[in-house]
């Protein structure tokens, strides 16, 4: 067992029991005690000891650390989706923080071991991230660091890519035929000596075999036959990449399925966990002289700012709110029509399914299903919530509106795709040059114009193609292309069929 | 540990940025704010991979909490949100650099030879470290090591040492103390002596020009002299020696006679800085107009038999003002010719400073 003091010992053993008999099904959770330096050290590689080199854990970690050390945020909780499940304890923290964060820490472990979006990941991951770094090691003794490290940061620019929503039925595989990517060495003998080149493949006998290729390709499917959203994978089967890279490339999008599940549930995990700790410590645990350290530190956390959205809060009130209208009866056909605002007020039906409910949920929703299940209005007038805007001329963010549609909706919207753009690849082989043509799903959001010019760029780097992306952008659909010297766009505006991209003649300009 | 690793990679992008981009500090006076003891505080922009993402207006708007009509104001964005723009992560971060580093980068980019001290080699100073031990001394210096092996060597030479209750209780004789050992080091003494024209002519810009131009004149000395001492001179018709602070904001008016900083100058080097011991190096800034040929010509008598003879390099600057004559230079040049004991720079603008830096140091002395 970890490195507890007794102290801290015996209170994990009493969390645990009291979590037990709440009903949490935990993995057997190992809690370390480390220093703040440690712990910044750790949260900079995502929670993992052990993570392949790169700079961008050191920034994280210079971070971190200077912010502890400015007095500016603290790291109270840590804790990661493995089995055994690994959470981190900070040395000099209160004793009551210990035991909150200890209480929190397994509502987190239960949540992965039964929410349904976790079932798929790899609970070994430990082993798996320590596999990773030695590989990506061992290429770097290989190759050369500066090397290894320029070709991460082009696939660590690509690793959002990837189809969030397969993640329930293991990783998806690739299963099309290779595409013929065209160029001439496919039409050529191998040539030896390089003075029987032209002879043993006439330049225009290649002309020839090429532009009978073409119309071959022409009359094809195209590839490939349906969007795929899985780019990353789409690019380690089919782009012309080296072994290594192959390799990289799929270790960044390995990480990248694992951590997906963690940003679709934040708020149901985190809604979770501080309903569990907030049940235990104040029926269980506490003891009077920390009720009070307890609400300072408890409200902290759920405090909505501003301009942000605390998944802390909206969680916990809705897990809440989902408890008390399945133990009130209200919920089902008759509840739904039910008009009358005062027997609304006192509908009580006694039914007590509240505990099992959340339980139920806890199991098979995700952030958004959750949201849009369960996010009524009633609830909405409750809390007070509202959309705000931001208003130009004064710089000031400002109530917009309470209405309860538009609140839902502007929650949904920015978790579609869990705040991700939707990118698929419509075509592989785009004006039949082997070209990658992109389509970006637009919800309403353009898309952040500089980052897409440097993300496709790091993209024609892997596809070594021109890439062709189909936006919407200041609500004129256009045709974004990166050729590999030249970026450039053109507008769709004219072309009615723009929502789908499809091959044809792009004006040049 | 692993991080170190990746943080000291970044450090060293970083740095390499900030080299890239060094012109731009070095004309930009705002990194000679932050300066701490060791270090300079430079903001630079967050490293963002990039990645699809969306754009700003998704800061825009959102959900909240609370109170409030329509319309009620609630707060402002909070900061590092910016304007919506193309320019890439307005997220600032401040990166340390110390300034041997930055000298270093500085010499590295202006290809600067290192400083061949003169005379320092004669000169041994005494300093004092605690690598002496002692059987006296304060308890807070006591050596717990020591202690326990002197202590340890008595149970075992008495033969009270007993293995299986290991126990060393140290008496009074057993305690050891550090204390102070005296080192001979060679020691090499150093003095910048700033002066600086303050006239009516030399408006902010001028000054803000001396002021970025004595910071990294500074950064690269103190790099070659652990010890170095600057002064300060500011002087119209008249001289005085003022701090560090009042030397880059005070403007005065009225007439300019060079040779009064000059004298206080002389006067300073002769009483304080023997030259057999000490590397002088005076720094002149000036718009180039001064009173009357009669004082110019004083101030070249002064050059000649006092400061090129007793001091490393003199080094005189002239910023390009609207009403200078900038006549000073002229009168130098034509005086000196190509004496390497003076170096002249010209410096027109902000743009200039990099060169005229090297200018002065350039020549290694």
Redo the contacts between chains.
């Keep these: 067992m970890a490195n507890l003091t007794p102290e801290l010992e015996s209170e994990r053993k009493r969390i645990l029991k009291i979590a037990k008999d709440c009903g949490l099904d935990c993995f057997e959770t190992i809690f370390e005690l480390i220093t703040y330096d440690q712990i910044s050290?750790i949260a900079?590689?995502g929670g993992f000891p052990?993570?392949y080199?790169?700079?961008?854990?050191?920034?994280e970690?210079?971070?971190l650390s200077?912010s502890y050390e400015y007095g500016l945020s603290k790291i109270y909780e840590m804790v990661i989706n493995t089995d055994p499940c690994y959470a981190y304890l900070m040395e000099g923290n209160s004793m009551m923080d210990q035991k909150l964060v200890m209480a929190h820490v397994y509502g987190h472990c239960d949540f992965f071991k039964n929410n349904i979006w976790f079932s798929k990941t790899n609970r070994k991951m430990m082993d798996q991230m320590a596999n990773h770094?030695t590989r990506v090691r061992r290429y770097i003794d290989r190759i050369g660091y500066e090397e290894v490290?320029k070709f991460i940061?082009t696939c660590?620019?690509?690793?959002?890519?990837i189809d969030r929503h397969s993640i329930l039925n293991g990783l998806p595989k690739m299963n099309e035929a290779k595409p013929a990517p065209a160029r001439n060495e496919q039409f050529m003998f191998k040539v030896e000596k390089s003075y029987m080149k032209n002879y043993i493949n006439p330049p225009d006998k290649v002309a020839d075999q090429k532009q009978k290729h073409f119309e071959r390709e022409a009359l094809k499917p195209e590839f490939p036959s349906e969007p795929v959203r899985d780019i990353l994978s789409f690019l380690i089967h089919y782009a012309p990449l080296e072994d290594w890279q192959q390799d990289i490339l799929t270790i960044i999008r390995d990480e990248s399925y694992y951590f997906a599940p963690q940003g679709m549930t934040k708020t149901l995990n985190e809604g979770w966990a501080s309903y569990w700790h907030s049940h235990m410590m104040t029926r269980h645990i506490l003891n009077d002289s920390e009720i009070i350290d307890f609400a300072d530190h408890h409200s902290g956390t759920m405090f909505?700012q501003?301009?942000?959205?605390n998944p802390y809060?909206v969680g916990i009130e809705l897990f809440r709110d989902i408890e008390e209208r399945w133990n009130k009866g209200q919920f089902g056909r008759e509840w739904e029509q039910c008009d009358d605002v005062r027997e609304r007020k006192n509908w009580d039906k006694k039914t007590n399914l509240g505990r099992e409910k959340i339980f139920e949920v806890r199991k098979i929703y995700n952030d958004v299903t959750f949201i849009d299940e369960y996010l009524s209005e009633d609830f909405c007038v409750r809390?007070?919530?509202?959309?705000?805007?931001?208003?130009k001329e004064?710089?000031?963010?400002?109530?917009?509106?309470?209405d309860f549609k538009a609140?839902k909706a502007?929650?949904l919207f920015?978790m579609t795709n869990f705040?991700?753009?939707i990118?698929k690849i419509e075509n592989a082989n785009f004006e039949n040059r082997g070209e990658l043509l992109l389509h970006?799903v637009h919800e309403g959001?353009?898309?952040?114009?500089?980052?897409?010019?440097?993300?496709m760029q790091?993209m024609y780097k892997i596809w070594k193609r021109p890439i062709n992306l189909v936006t919407l952008m200041d609500s004129e659909p256009q045709l974004f292309r990166y050729d590999g010297a030249e970026y450039t766009r053109h507008s769709l505006a004219d072309d009615k069929k723009a929502e789908g991209p499809e091959q044809r003649e792009f004006p040049k300009s | 540990?692993?991080?170190r690793?990746?943080?000291?990679?970044?450090?060293s992008?970083i740095k390499g940025k900030v080299r890239d981009d060094f012109k731009r500090y070095v004309t930009n006076g705002e990194m000679i704010g932050r300066r701490e003891d060791e270090f300079v505080k430079i903001p630079i922009p967050?490293?963002?991979?990039?990645?699809?993402?969306?754009?700003?207006?998704?800061?825009?708007?959102?959900?909240?909490?609370?109170?409030?009509?329509?319309?009620?104001?609630?707060?402002?964005?909070?900061p590092g949100k910016g304007e919506a723009g193309?320019?890439?992560g307005e997220h600032m971060?401040?990166v340390e650099i110390s300034m041997d580093e930055l000298a270093e980068i500085l010499g590295e980019k202006l290809e600067l030879p290192k400083i061949q001290p003169k005379g320092a080699k004669n000169i041994l100073t005494e300093k004092n470290k605690y690598t002496g031990i002692a059987p006296v001394g304060p308890e807070g210096l006591r050596k717990f090591k020591q202690t326990y092996k002197k202590a340890l060597a008595r149970y075992i030479s008495s033969g009270i040492y007993n293995p299986q209750d290991p126990a060393i209780i140290p008496i009074r004789r057993d305690y050891q103390y550090r204390t102070v050992k005296k080192t001979q080091m060679p020691y090499t003494k150093a003095v910048v002596i700033y002066m600086m024209d303050v006239s009516g002519s030399m408006g902010d810009e001028q000054k803000e020009i001396v002021r970025l131009e004595s910071f990294w004149i500074n950064t690269w000395l103190k790099k070659h002299y652990k010890g170095l001492e600057t002064r300060f001179i500011i002087h119209d018709a008249s001289a005085k020696e003022v701090d560090e602070d009042t030397f880059f904001k005070t403007s005065e008016s009225g007439g300019t006679l060079i040779s009064s900083a000059y004298k206080l100058c002389q006067q300073m080097i002769q009483t304080e800085y023997a030259s057999s011991e000490w590397n002088i190096y005076p720094f002149h800034f000036s718009d180039g107009d001064n009173w009357s040929g009669e004082d110019t010509r004083l101030c070249l008598t002064l050059l000649r038999e006092f400061f090129l003879p007793h001091v490393n390099v003199f080094s005189y600057g002239q910023v390009e003002s609207k009403y200078g004559s900038g006549q000073f230079l002229k009168d130098l040049q034509k005086e000196f010719g190509t004496d390497d004991r003076l170096t002249l720079s010209q410096i027109e603008g902000r743009d200039k400073i990099l060169g005229s830096i090297k200018d002065f140091l350039g020549k290694g002395k």
Excluded: C
């Design positions: 050290q900079s590689y052990v993570r080199p790169h700079w961008k854990f050191g920034m970690y210079e971070q200077k770094a490290e940061d660590l620019s690509l690793e959002n890519l909505m501003m301009g942000g959205y809060k809390n007070k919530m509202f959309v705000y805007k931001l208003n004064t710089n000031q963010f400002e109530v917009d509106t309470r609140i502007q929650l920015q705040g991700q753009p990118i970006h959001l353009d898309l952040q114009p500089n980052y897409m010019d440097a993300t790091n | 540990m692993a991080i690793e990746d943080q000291s990679r970044f450090k992008i967050r490293i963002d991979i990039p990645t699809f993402r969306y754009g700003p207006k998704q800061n825009e708007q959102g959900v909240g909490q609370g109170d409030g009509e329509k319309g009620d104001g609630q707060g402002q964005p909070g193309d320019q890439p971060i401040e």
